[in-house]
């Protein structure tokens, strides 16, 4: 049994029982306990092969050591609170925006009655209160009924000027009323040949539909007429008109009929150079489709009694116009399909109003 037991060395062992109470024993000592021999000096211990030796150093010096915790972050001071700022003082009222000028009141067309007799009379209107301001600033801001008597020579004068005018614009209206009744086709025979050319559109009462065209347009059509053509050259193909209607009463049959004056070299000339003169007024087709359906439902005729209220409703709508004056230029645009046509618009006008003509034509055919 005891030659099976092994050697263990235990002076390892013991020399670690040791350091460890010599450890404990010098931290315990008070620092006026501590050996002489000593110098006051804490006795450190190393470890060697043999067990441990003495020595003067710490054997954990340079070791890794756990960094110190970081300090507590400083709490808060407690700041007095900036003082507020000093209130800043009131802005301004805006100003207030300035009115917006009163618009400009619409050009009124002089052309027809209505637009004629509300221009003289509100310029008369107009003049007399006008007259009236003065004379009663003049006076202190009150006039007597003998200073209105004072003034009433100075309104007559007015008047008389104004009259003048009133006259010329009804005259001119009342003219192309009568030459709107059918039946005085005789002493305006080229009304009647004008308008032979779109009568067939005419419609009546129930009949009668937004777009089509009406009897009423006639009083207008005729001013409009005179003023693209000028008074002189209506005139002018009154008269050659008129002498057509004498050779062709004259001829000896006894009866007379429009359709032979219709078909009358003459009158085909003439319509033919009417109808070129009044399609060079569309050149600007759009401006000038506005200022001729202004003209014509400026210069209405009046309702007759017991009128449908679809003629009362009638007023001249831009595809009317286009069938209007579609119609009125049948003669030019068969003249401008053929060849020959065409050759004698070039001869008689010129390259560049024939050319015209057909961009006139085109923009008549659109929608019709």
Known sequence: MVGCLKTVNVWPML????FGILIVLGMAKKPAEQNSDSGGRAEFFAPVSSGYVKTDKDPNAGAAMPPPPPPPPPLPSVATKPAPRAASAAPPPPKPAPKPAAPKPAPIDMSTPKGASTVLATTMVQSFVERMKAEAQAKGGHLTVQDMDNMQADFDRQAQALSGALEKSFEVYVKARER??????RNFPFDRLMV????????DGKALGADDLCRRMLPGFFVALGMMLGPEVVEEYQEKLRA???????DGSGVFNWDDVYKDPVAKTLALSAEVDVAMHFDEFDKRARWFINMVNGHLTPLEPGAHANMAAWELTE????KFLHSLMGDLRAQLDTDSGKMAITKKYGGSTCADLFDIIAHVQQDV
Do not use: M, T
Request: glycine share 6%.
């Open 319 to 322: 595809p009317g116009f286009k």
């Open 180 to 185: 709107s009744v059918w039946d005085s086709q």
């Open 244 to 250: 057509v209607v004498e050779r062709v009463r004259g």
């Open 15 to 18: 020399l670690e029982i040791r």
């Open 196 to 203: 032979k050319k779109f009568s067939n559109l005419f419609r």
